[in-house]
DNA sequence: CGCATGACTGTGACCGGTCACAGTTTTACC
DNA sequence: GGTAAAACTGTGACCGGTCACAGTCATGCG
């Protein structure tokens, strides 16, 4: 059994020098036609790969993206959200031959590990994921200069950190227009926590749509997951029987609702209509089809990855924002 | 602003040799106790870290693992499942200081891509999330002689690869015997995949303990997604309309089929009694609650952890099988 | 007292790349 | 045909650790 070739055994191989093999690989400029086959040729033959750490020594820098997770436990079981977006931003790197590496901060002693980790540059930025308001992780990464590259705008750090995110006021405007147009009068939300992006902007978006029918006694915070929803509709019930639509600023949340409506024997959407926010995969299976606002998870971790290997490069890339799509089904 | 210390800055803050230091930092065997608090409170004084390339270079070892998806879109996006061993691996490699790289394999652009890499040694091993049979991927890891562990079986490598698995038969027999014995007599199936463990295994189980009883007209096939197991109620609604309990291979695929019994006018668990297999997130806030049997998630993920650090390092570890527990609630 | 053993320490080579620089050849243009 | 620039190539140093080995010193024992 040999050991792995090296890049001299390619140089070897090819018959042509380290320098040269490392051009090559580097792109190919300032290589002849000819050294270039010879050494495609010899890294087909030797069946050469590069070592990642040994380039990552002499470069300086990890090749590797940090996915940060700073969500408590049950938030992550539940949404889907979570998978998707760590699915396409592992894709989006690969696609770059970079790897994502998974951290998670939940306990204190994790928050610390991941500080450490992150300082020490074993790797080379993080995409951080839905951090509450003036997350103290956020501050020690953007002072430790660690590029960082937030999904949602991070309350507390408006335009410190680079973000990529949907347009959450213009979206919730825009479900609440559709609700309105369809006869509904006496519209609820249920809002995420007030302290992240979603919770506010989205609550903000509807009381501007709203206008003067707006009536913050129809108004209940949840944590995004279901039992949230479920127990912020009960609140919203035995406050007022004459809600005929709700809100809900997550596909999780708004099934909640639709379970403890059920139970109290109201019809959706006859009785009361139920729209969501993400379109995560169960709003389509669910019973019945959930309305929503699209998110667009695909474009969102792609972006996320975009602006932070452009950050990486020393760039100074705008945030982006991007739009949502109203999904109509049969809860709204 | 100065740059990162390495352990030479170390070893001359301390007044002793680069040796001494790489010497306390692994294990502090052959050191005197006054170089080591000497070195230990340089350490500290210089804020070093060590650099993972470079030791990663000198020793061989990437100090990372794989965690490797081969399972195609829509089930990651719909199955807490992943997240859950997702965040347990994460967890008990960070306890570890290594860390996890997460790989998705779906398209076969992608599959070759991760084949290439994890040969290239930039792991140290692969922990293999539920592969389908006969999985070339499986073949391919083995022959390159990566470590690999597996969650759940793989069919068609039994015993050639080291898993972590629950026991399967025990647990849907445990199940199937609990439904019996609350009365139910004419018992459908929702098996997962055949060509899963948790496909053919459950079913394996369920057939055993139904006995005489076992009506294979009663057996659908899902694809462990909720939509799948919707789809599969609806048939066997059509072929039987006596059937009062259904046990289906996964909470999501009971979660359908407890959407297409209701559609069809009958109550769960009163006109039939409707049970799942795995007691994610969704199984306690489903309405009604859903009577499931609980897989530890979180030892299945440190057990494959522990067993692939012991493979890595030589060892040749027995494979784990864990037990799962029933949790009644009130769907069946 | 001499010598072996064990505890501890320092040194140089090495892991496998990249990069700057120097050297060589080719091309372009006067 | 000479010269400068451009195109290409090879070499040695370096990235920051680990490891084997050689060396020093103290201790124990015959």
Redesign the interface.
């Known amino acids: 059994m040999r050991r792995?070739p090296t890049i001299r055994d390619v140089a070897a191989a090819a018959g042509v020098s380290r320098g040269t093999v490392s051009r090559v690989i580097n792109g190919g400029h300032w290589v002849s036609p000819d050294a270039r086959v010879a050494v495609e040729e010899a890294i087909r033959r030797t069946g050469y790969?590069?070592?990642?750490?040994?380039r990552?020594?002499a470069t300086g820098r990890?090749g590797?993206l940090a996915?940060l997770?700073t969500e408590p436990?049950?938030l992550?079981?539940?949404d889907?959200t979570?998978?998707?977006l760590?699915?396409g931003a592992?894709?989006a790197l690969?696609q770059r031959?970079m790897?994502?590496?998974?951290?998670?901060a939940?306990t204190p002693a994790?928050r610390a590990?991941?500080a450490?980790?992150v300082?020490?540059?074993?790797v080379d930025g993080v995409l951080l994921i839905s951090s509450h308001e003036a997350d103290p992780l956020v501050d020690e990464l953007l002072e430790a200069g660690v590029p960082t590259v937030c999904c949602g705008i991070p309350l507390g750090h408006e335009s410190q950190v680079l973000t990529v995110s949907v347009d959450e006021v213009g979206s919730a405007r825009e479900m609440t227009r559709y609700l309105r147009n369809r006869g509904y009068r006496r519209i609820g939300m249920i809002a995420g926590p007030h302290d992240t992006p979603g919770g506010k902007f989205r609550l903000v978006g509807f009381e501007e749509e709203m206008g003067a029918d707006f009536d913050s006694a129809l108004v209940e915070e949840g944590d995004y997951?279901?039992?949230s929803g479920?127990l912020a509709m009960s609140r919203l019930l035995e406050r007022s029987r004459d809600i005929d639509a709700v809100f809900a600023a997550s596909d999780l949340m708004a099934a909640?609702a639709v379970?403890t409506l059920?139970?109290a024997g109201l019809r959706v959407p006859d009785d009361v209509a139920v729209a969501g926010f993400d379109d995560?995969?169960?709003a389509a299976?669910h019973?019945p089809p959930l309305t929503t606002m699209r998110q667009p998870w695909e474009r969102i971790s792609e972006g996320m990855v975009s602006l932070l290997l452009q950050l990486i490069d020393g760039a100074l890339p705008e945030p982006i924002t991007l739009p949502t799509t109203l999904v109509v089904r049969e809860s709204a």
């Not at 790969?49 to 040994?54: D, E, I, L, Y």
């Not at 790897?99 to 998670?104: A, I, K, P, S």
């Not at 300082?119 to 074993?122: L, M, N, P, Q």
């Open positions: 792995k790969t590069a070592n990642h750490a040994a990552s020594l990890a590797s996915f997770l436990q049950h992550l079981f539940q889907p979570f998978a998707l760590l699915r592992a894709e690969a031959s790897t994502l590496v998974l951290l998670v939940g994790e590990n991941v450490h980790f300082r020490a540059g074993h997951s279901q039992e479920a909640g379970a059920r139970k995560s995969g169960m299976t019973e």
